[in-house]
């Protein structure tokens, strides 16, 4: 099956990742040196890459590409769906097929599912914690530039959702732009009147809350609030618009903030901060 996400171009991040690898345009550039010169050119490898750690899975068929894209004769057996929980040493897809190709792909591949799992298993700790069927774990803008297609879909591996996309597909009404246009009611005024359909009001204060409804916000980012504060944003509210809450949500202050009646809570370190999954890949001349 083709791996496909709207807005990513698979083939194009395949080929400029390993040209960066490579050194593609330097001098001396557009090789793997260590494995043209040590392995020779008709070697044959299996491979088995698995994890070392519990973790959800996410990436697979990213990695499946690298290699495809240096052989494309290469066996390529994908073992567990995208999105699985996975124990320790699980293994998660074999590879046979050309030596050098293998060892080229091999880090562009391994760097791509242990970012991607990381996130996804970030995430779904996440909404463990969070243990709350009626609110939602969303994501943020706090990605990697170039990777921001993969780590929303990482997230939703996880089992999260995803905030807007980028600038263009909603309004998001902050300090900055309530400073210009000088109240919370002008900003989002302004934005309605500009035809935006999606738009998203930040609040930190409660005396906030109707000015921005009153204009057109169409859903309210409560930022910054504790749980007591929260249940009286929501309760203004009143189910007119959807809650986000936002800022300083951890592990150990999600379920709390949840809990108060927002229908979202969105987490930037899903993106910006997950660690690495533990995942290897180990090899077997033929």
Wanted: proline share 5%.
């Amino acid at each position: 099956m083709t791996f496909t996400l709207p807005g990513f171009d698979l083939d194009r991040f395949v080929r400029e990742t390993l040209a960066e690898d490579l050194g593609d345009g330097l001098p001396g550039g557009g090789r793997d040196v260590t494995s043209e010169s040590i392995i020779p050119a008709g070697a044959q490898f299996a491979g088995v890459m698995d994890s070392r750690d519990p973790i959800r899975v996410a990436g697979l068929p990213v990695a499946a590409a690298f290699f495809r894209a240096l052989d494309p004769d290469m066996i390529v057996d994908i073992l567990v769906e995208e999105g699985a929980a996975v124990d320790p040493g699980s293994d998660l897809m074999r590879l046979e097929g050309n030596a050098r190709a293998m060892l080229t792909a091999e880090r562009s591949a391994l760097n791509t599912v242990q970012h991607l799992s990381g996130i996804a298993t970030m995430v779904r700790a996440y909404v463990d914690a969070m243990d709350n069927p009626d609110c939602t774990l969303l994501d943020t803008r706090k990605t990697i530039p170039g990777l921001r297609h993969l780590e929303k879909y990482a997230v939703r591996m996880g089992g999260g959702a995803n905030h807007r996309l980028g600038l263009w597909d909603a309004a998001m009404i902050k300090d900055n732009h309530v400073l210009v246009a000088g109240s919370v009611g002008e900003a989002v005024r302004r934005a309605v009147e500009a035809g935006v359909e999606d738009i998203i009001c930040e609040v930190d204060r409660l005396d906030q809350i109707e000015p921005a409804l009153e204009a057109g916000a169409t859903r309210l980012l409560l930022d910054n609030m504790e749980p007591a504060i929260l249940r009286e944003a929501v309760a203004i509210v009143a189910g007119r618009v959807p809650t986000e809450a936002s800022g300083g949500i951890h592990l150990d202050t999600i379920r709390a903030k949840a809990a108060t009646g927002v229908d979202y809570v969105s987490v930037g370190r899903l993106t910006q901060s997950a660690p690495a999954a533990d995942i290897g890949l180990d090899f077997t001349p033929l």
